[in-house]
């Protein structure tokens, strides 16, 4: 039983106030979360509260939104018990006529939900991966691994947001994350050869930013890269690119390399960069609403790779629902705070599931030093996950507890190139 919420305002990676929320169960048990934050955030995610003063944090500070935790969420959650996430999360989403959460605050909300899950794991005295497993083995996932940013993560840097390594190749998740640290040294070498003096600069998921000449020459570095690490590209360790299109989208048509690149233009681009490049997922091609497009586009690029949409599903049970019933992408970005709860979360993993399309489970690029996101990987069994690159500790946190349940945790299995959706056929 639910018998204490304790909240505060705490610093995410980016050095931004985010939530943090202890939950103390009746026995003595509890959990601490803190909730990450994005930059290149889409339109129909659940929505942060900030207070917008511009004399904390340059209106970046989240005191209301601890406010609302103590004397809005707190008093609908006391006496609920924690094991029943469902019913806690709902009491939670009661607050808000918004779905999105916006006048109670989705960070607010998020925070409560996510403590709760962790004391309820810590009550049970089991990890929190097998407290959300029930009896299925535990699944190690595919890793994504941002190895050049740019976008909003990087001051612009490039147009397009990530170039990510994904080790199709590996057979346990421990190689697969040293072959990815091959790729990071190797694609940070290649770049100071080719001009580059930025190799010291990391971006907000700790990729490489600056230095290249153009979008397409991030793909041939990081090409580059896993060869030079002793690696066959596209059979050891292929690449994804998350596009980010609503950041490249001025209107018109898509910004690349100081053109605008209409609809048909803008495809024939991702087309030729699929067949020159061992591309093995692309992410948010279009912007998020151009279901019309997204649905023309899914059959060419999305025939034998993983199309991954990100803002497009915005982790929503009912834009994913629209996704599968118009043949739209293969696969799903699950992001816990686009949701806004963690039964919100799990419930887009199932239903993603049930249909055929691929999980990834992500961070965001605001995150924090927390490593509950490992845990519902494994225990839910997504398949992969995407956390940014292999630096910058609230990245490793979820690393080094996922080489922790690898190492410890019994018999376990990894997802391994088996979790990538290849294709809608
Ligand atoms: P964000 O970026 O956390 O800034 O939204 C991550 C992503 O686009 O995948
Ligand atoms: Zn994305």
Redesign the pocket.
């Known amino acids: 039983t639910i018998s204490e919420v304790l909240a505060w305002e705490a610093l995410d990676s980016r050095g931004r106030p985010t939530v943090g929320c202890r939950v103390i169960l009746a026995d003595g048990a509890s959990g601490r979360a803190t909730v990450?934050?994005?930059?290149?955030?889409?339109g129909h995610e659940a929505r942060e509260r900030r207070d917008g003063d511009p004399d904390r944090y340059g209106g970046h500070g989240v005191r209301g939104a601890v406010d609302a935790v103590r004397t809005t969420l707190a008093p609908l959650v006391i006496g609920l018990d924690a094991a029943d996430q469902e019913a806690v999360d709902a009491a939670l989403e009661s607050a808000d006529d918004d779905p999105l959460l916006g006048a109670v605050g989705a960070n607010a909300v998020l925070a409560v939900s996510l403590a709760t899950l962790l004391a309820a794991a810590a009550g049970s005295g089991r990890p929190l991966w097998r407290h959300v497993s029930g009896d299925a083995v535990p699944l190690l996932p595919l890793p994504m691994v941002n190895i050049v940013s740019g976008g909003?993560?990087a001051g612009r840097a490039l147009d397009i947001?990530?170039v990510l390594a994904v080790p199709v190749g590996a057979t346990s998740f421990a190689q697969a994350l040293e072959w990815v640290s091959r790729v990071r040294a190797a694609a940070g070498e290649l770049l100071a050869q080719r001009g580059g003096t930025t190799t010291a600069l990391v971006a907000?998921?700790g990729g490489l930013a600056g230095g290249l000449a153009d979008n397409e020459a991030a793909l041939a570095l990081v090409t580059d890269a896993v060869e030079h690490a002793g690696l066959a590209p596209g059979e050891h360790v292929g690449l994804a690119v998350?596009l980010?299109a609503n950041q490249l989208h001025d209107g018109t048509g898509y910004r690349l390399d100081g053109e605008t690149l209409d609809a048909a233009a803008w495809r024939a681009r991702l087309e030729r960069w699929c067949r020159d490049y061992p591309v093995v997922s692309l992410?948010?091609v279009l912007v998020e609403d151009d279901w019309a497009g997204w649905a023309a586009a899914t059959p060419a690029l999305g025939a034998d790779r993983q199309l991954l949409g990100?803002?497009l599903f915005a982790t929503n049970a009912g834009r994913l629902r629209q996704g599968i019933d118009q043949g739209v992408a293969n696969a799903v970005?699950v992001?816990p705070n686009q949701a806004g709860t963690v039964s919100r979360a799990r419930a887009v993993t199932e239903l993603a599931r049930a249909a055929g399309y691929a999980t990834v489970i992500?961070?965001?690029?605001?995150d924090t030093e927390d490593d509950w996101l490992a845990d519902l990987a494994v225990g839910w069994r997504t398949g992969q996950l995407?956390v940014g690159s292999t630096m910058r500790s609230e990245r490793t946190a979820k690393w080094n507890r996922l080489l922790e349940i690898e190492a410890t945790a019994g018999p376990t299995e990894f997802a391994g190139a088996a979790a990538l959706s290849r294709s809608l056929a």
């Open positions: 990450p934050s994005g930059a290149s955030t889409g909003a993560h947001q990530d907000d998921e998350d980010a992410e948010d990100d803002d970005l992001k992500s961070a965001r690029s605001g995407k």
